[in-house]
């Protein structure tokens, strides 16, 4: 059963479409569901001032697209990097168990989107292209669980 706020968000989701020029972008998916999320970021000093998405799949991918675009707006790149997959849930007051990978999209595209942005201005400590999936491993294609 989902809760009132993954109904909302799913209903009436916040931030969809796309951010022309936008300052990073990150695309993630899981083969497994078939779920795609993609996250556009506008940062001004170093602070989020606009993200919408893109999400292919489940209402519980829709409703963690969404509420993420919330969670992260105002918040520093830093700040941002810090939201995990649980607070994604936390803020919709809870995922059924079989749905939880969806948080870990919304995080993951969130990551994916401020990797992209820091390669682009030179920021990033890794090598270009390089994008840590989650803070679980170093490996952008394994299995989200």
């Not at 909302?8 to 969809?16: E, G």
């Not at 556009?40 to 963690?64: H, M, Q, R, S």
């Not at 090598?127 to 294609?141: A, L, M, P, V, W």
């Amino acid at each position: 059963m989902y809760s009132d706020k993954v109904m909302d968000h799913f209903a009436n989701p916040r931030n969809v479409g796309e951010i022309e020029n936008a300052d990073g972008v990150g695309e993630v998916g899981n083969a497994k569901c078939g779920d795609i999320m993609k996250m556009y970021l506008k940062i001004e000093n170093n602070v989020i001032v606009d993200a919408k998405f893109k999400t292919f799949g489940c209402g519980a991918a829709v409703a963690t697209s969404s509420i993420s675009t919330e969670l992260i707006i105002g918040k520093t790149v830093d700040e941002a990097l810090n939201i995990t997959n649980k607070a994604v849930a936390d803020a919709l007051d809870g995922l059924p168990p079989a749905k939880m990978h969806c948080s870990n999209l919304a995080e993951e595209a969130i990551r994916a989107a401020i990797e992209d942005y820091k390669n682009k201005n030179g920021l990033s400590d890794k090598e270009e292209g390089y994008i840590t999936c989650c803070k679980r491993c170093e490996d952008i294609n394994h299995d989200i669980d």
